[in-house]
T-cell receptor
Framework: GAVVSQHPSWVICKSGTSVKIECRSL??????MFWYRQFPKQSLMLMAT?????????EQGVEKDKFLINHASLTLSTLTVTSAHPEDSSFYIC?????????????FGPGTRLTVL | SQQGEEDPQALSIQEGENATMNCSYK?????LQWYRQNSGRGLVHLIL?????REKHSGRLRVTLDTSKKSSSLLITASRAADTASYFC???????????FGQGTTLQVKP
């Protein structure tokens, strides 16, 4: 149980286009999902906290108009990278919090590798 | 911003040896978690230790937590080539659910 999927697993796009990444919790509901970005050989940087039915909370330095997050249901959050540029090329990982009382464990998706040409 | 630091940044050992990785953090935490990431893949949760715990075991893994020093260590005993990966600690705050990751340790286990 506790599986999180991401789609697509990789995407290559031209500079200036927008890319949507989906994060789904397959066998549990998640009121909260998190989006991270990871550059090569670096750690995960939290970008934003996505709450079902409300606006996402962005970390300092993350442009909310560039990285649009929608958490439309308890099993789906989407991250749209708008007007992507080569510097947005990165590994994007989501995680889902089942919100259980006795655990703080998040479940991570397999990641999406974005390459902007 | 990143919560803490891990050392060493890279570790290379022979199969069968033990590997120890350390993590330090800066603020008060509710829990500390260790994750493994194989190259280009997602994260695998290894173990969670709460702020009121000092040591925890899971198979070949042993985690310690010293809240007075704001540090934790991950020990992998009898390492295997399949343990080759990057290992990250992540600290959880009490009420936000956020995880803040350390810089990670890249472990190479040579067969």
């Amino acid at each position: 149980g506790a599986v999180v999927s991401q789609h697509p697993s990789w995407v290559i796009c031209k500079s200036g286009t927008s890319v949507k990444i989906e994060c789904r919790s397959l066998d549990f509901q998640a009121t909260t999902m998190f989006w991270y970005r990871q550059f090569p050989k670096q750690s995960l940087m939290l970008m934003a906290t996505s709450n079902e039915g409300s606006k996402a909370t962005y970390e300092q330095g993350v442009e909310k108009d560039k990285f649009l997050i929608n958490h439309a249901s308890l099993t789906l959050s989407t991250l749209t990278v708008t007007s992507a540029h080569p510097e947005d090329s990165s590994f994007y990982i989501c995680s889902a919090d089942p919100g259980l009382a006795d655990t703080d464990t998040q479940y991570f998706g397999p990641g999406t590798r974005l390459t902007v040409l | 911003s990143q919560q803490g630091e891990e050392d060493p940044q890279a570790l290379s050992i022979q199969e069968g040896e033990n590997a120890t990785m350390n993590c330090s953090y800066k603020t008060s935490i509710n829990n500390l978690q260790w994750y493994r990431q194989n190259s280009g893949r997602g994260l695998v949760h290894l173990i969670l230790i709460r702020s009121n715990e000092r040591e925890k075991h899971s198979g070949r893994l042993r985690v310690t937590l010293d809240t007075s020093k704001k540090s934790s260590s991950l020990l992998i005993t009898a390492s295997r080539a399949a343990d080759t990966a990057s290992y990250f600690c992540a600290t959880g705050a009490s009420n936000t659910g956020k995880l803040i990751f350390g810089q990670g340790t890249t472990l190479q286990v040579k067969p």
